[in-house]
Structures are given as structure tokens and as C-alpha cells.
């Protein structure tokens, strides 16, 4: 059995709020908080710059303390500091840290130091969270909680999904996907005659690469990934350095565009499944007959198959970078985060 969820993200709201299964609201909202919650926003790139665009909407619930970026700016708002420490931001007493900065020693100390305050963390660095196991323990330990659904598969609620199935007692067999939304873009510009070069420079204008591209095209941001649903499908702490990779550059010039003459399309395919009674992970550039179901993902969207033992097969389809559903995943962890501490 098959259940299918297109999972294209729109501008009026993200798919998440309509599949997956909130945390429980409180009863009464918790003491410890104000009518708002206050938050700390660390980077104002392509995914914390859609967060700021649309938060304005949940402003009766919260305020914006501080945003943090690496060169000063000016906002235009006296209520928000535009800064450029962290330890500053945190001298402004947040409850919650919204961190969309890149894979950096800086999102790393900033994260630390947040779950070691109590704060509630939303973050999309898949690459920081997949190396720090402890985040969410330390987190939970001082007060605060951490979401991550907007660092897997932008707008396609992947955890969310795999917390549901468990909850539903099913045991999770296997998943398969195209987990990197760039790779997949600059796979299809190259069957249509594009360049990688200048493939690559369309994804990062486009806004779905990573700050440095090399982690989508060889493979390392989709084993990240890997890490992460590995955590929540099979609570399996998974070394990212253990996941075989088969980067991009290893396609030679023309190889992609010869295989769709013959019925062929190349993806970076991504799959965690059970060997010898263990779960391996793997990102693998594979050329696929193009009616498996993974050359469904066209340009930057991402597709996942969640295969369980009942025999229960899961397939989620949709946008997985970019600003727009990466930023609405965001704001669809502030809204259950809200919900939980200080209700709707
Ligand atoms: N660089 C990532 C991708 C962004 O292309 O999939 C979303 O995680």
C-alpha cells in the first residue's frame, strides 16, 4: 500500500500544518512567559529573511529582540537590535533562538550556548544539528526544546511524518529519496545542456545552495540529512563521516544528457536501509529508469519513500530548498512552539 502526499508548498501556508501532528498544546500557557514569547533571530540570509518577512503575522505572540548578522546593518524597527555579537543578543533574554546561519563554528558556539540557556531553538542547520546529538537533551534539560523540520527536506514535513508513523506503531523498514534540492536542480539543467559550472551559480542565485555549493553537489548536506531522519525514524546516532558518498563531479560532461535518450535520469539519491541487521546510509548519483518513482523530483523538489514493515509505503513529493518553503517550515515550528508555551 502506497499513501501519497503531494506536498508542494504554497505561499498561503506550508503542508505540515495540515498533515503532521503538533506538539500538545498546554492547558494553561506556561508561567514562565509573558503574553509573547521573545526571540532572538540569528542570520537574515535566503531562509531567516523569509521568517522576517512573514513573523509580522504573529506578533501578538512574539517580539523580535534582537538579529543577528556577521556585517552591521540598520532595520528600520527601534524595537529590534540589528547586531552583530551573539553574546549580545543572548544579553537580551530570549526564549527562543531562530538560527538560520550557515555550517559554521559560530552556528555551533550559538546553538551550544542557547540550549545551555534554556532557550527554544528553531534551527535548520542540518549540519550543525547532525554533529551535535546532545543539542536537543541539553536543550530539554535547562527548560528549552529544540525543532528542526525546516532542516530536512525544506517544505516536505519528513520528521514530522516519521514521529506520526511511530506514533501509529509502525516500524520504519527503510527511506529513499533525493534529500538536496541543488543537486537535483543542476542534475536536470545538465540533461537539458547546461554546464555544472553555471548550473551550480543558477542554484546559488536562486537561493537553494548552501553558502559553500561543494556540500550539495558532493553529497555531504543530503547525509546530513540522513543523520537526522536516522534520529527520528530509528533513534540511531549515525557518524556523517560514516555515509558513503558519490559526488556529483564523478558525472562525465554529456553522460546525463546520453541518458535520457535512453530512458535514464541521473539523481543523488539518498537512502538509509537495513544491512546485516544494520542501517547503513548512502548518497549514491544513480542513473534511474524514469519510471522510478525518485525521478518524480524535477528541479530543486525533493521526494522521500518511507517504506515501513507493515508494508505501509509513505511517499512525500515537493518543494525541498529555498526561501519560500524552508522559511514557512520555520514558521510552522514557531506556531507549535507558541502553541505549546503560551497557546493560540
Ligand atoms: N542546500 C539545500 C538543498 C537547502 O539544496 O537542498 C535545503 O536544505
Same mark, same amino acid.
Given at each position: 500500500?502506497?499513501?501519497?502526499l503531494a506536498a508542494k508548498t504554497s505561499a498561503t501556508g506550508s503542508p505540515r500544518?495540515?498533515?503532521s501532528t503538533p506538539s500538545k498544546p498546554r492547558l494553561r500557557p506556561n508561567p514562565r512567559y509573558r503574553q509573547r514569547l521573545r526571540a532572538v533571530v540569528l542570520g537574515a540570509g535566503t531562509v531567516n529573511g523569509g521568517v522576517l518577512d512573514k513573523i509580522g503575522v504573529l506578533s501578538e505572540r512574539i517580539e523580535i529582540a534582537a538579529i543577528v548578522t556577521r556585517k552591521s546593518r540598520q532595520g528600520h524597527d527601534p524595537r529590534q537590535a540589528w547586531l552583530t555579537d551573539i553574546n549580545a543578543a543572548f544579553d537580551t533574554g530570549p526564549d527562543v533562538v531562530i538560527e538560520a546561519l550557515p555550517d559554521c563554528a559560530l552556528a555551533e558556539r550559538a546553538l551550544k550556548l542557547a540550549a545551555s540557556r534554556?532557550?527554544?531553538?528553531?534551527?535548520?542547520?542540518?549540519?550543525?544539528?547532525?554533529r551535535c546529538p546532545q543539542l536537543a537533551g541539553e536543550a530539554e534539560r535547562h527548560g528549552g526544546s529544540l525543532r528542526y523540520s525546516a532542516a530536512v527536506?525544506?517544505?516536505?514535513?519528513v520528521l514530522e511524518t516519521l514521529t506520526d508513523l511511530r506514533k501509529r506503531g509502525e516500524v520504519i523498514a527503510g527511506i529513499r529519496g533525493v534529500l538536496n534540492g541543488t543537486s537535483n536542480y543542476v542534475l536536470d539543467q545538465i540533461e537539458r545542456g547546461a554546464e555544472r559550472e553555471a548550473a551550480v551559480k543558477a542554484a546559488q542565485r536562486a537561493g537553494f545552495a548552501e553558502? =559553500?555549493?561543494? !556540500?550539495?553537489?558532493? +553529497?555531504?548536506?543530503?547525509?546530513?540529512?540522513l543523520v537526522l531522519i536516522a534520529r527520528k525514524a530509528f533513534d540511531l546516532e549515525l557518524d556523517v563521516d560514516t555515509i558513503g558518498r558519490i559526488p556529483l563531479s564523478a558525472l562525465h560532461p554529456g553522460q546525463a544528457k546520453a541518458a535520457s535518450g535512453n530512458r535514464l535520469r541521473y539523481r543523488q539519491c539518498a537512502e538509509l536501509s537495513r544491512r546485516n541487521g544494520r542501517i547503513k546510509g548512502r548518497v549514491d548519483l544513480q542513473a534511474l529508469a524514469n519510471t522510478d518513482e525518485l525521478t518524480k523530483a524535477r528541479n530543486e523538489e525533493n521526494i522521500v519513500v518511507i517504506t515501513c514493515e507493515s508494508g505501509l509505503r509513505v511517499q512525500l513529493h515537493g518543494k525541498g530548498a529555498g526561501r519560500v518553503p524552508t522559511a514557512d517550515a520555520m514558521l510552522t515550528d514557531i506556531? =507549535?512552539?507558541? !502553541?505549546?508555551?503560551? +497557546?493560540?
Open positions: 500500500m502506497t499513501y501519497s500544518t495540515r498533515f534554556g532557550c527554544h531553538i528553531i534551527s535548520a542547520n542540518k549540519a550543525v544539528l547532525a527536506a525544506g517544505g516536505i514535513p553558502a =559553500d555549493p561543494s !556540500a550539495d553537489i558532493d +553529497g555531504l548536506d543530503a547525509a546530513a540529512k506556531r =507549535d512552539l507558541i !502553541a505549546c508555551e503560551i +497557546g493560540a
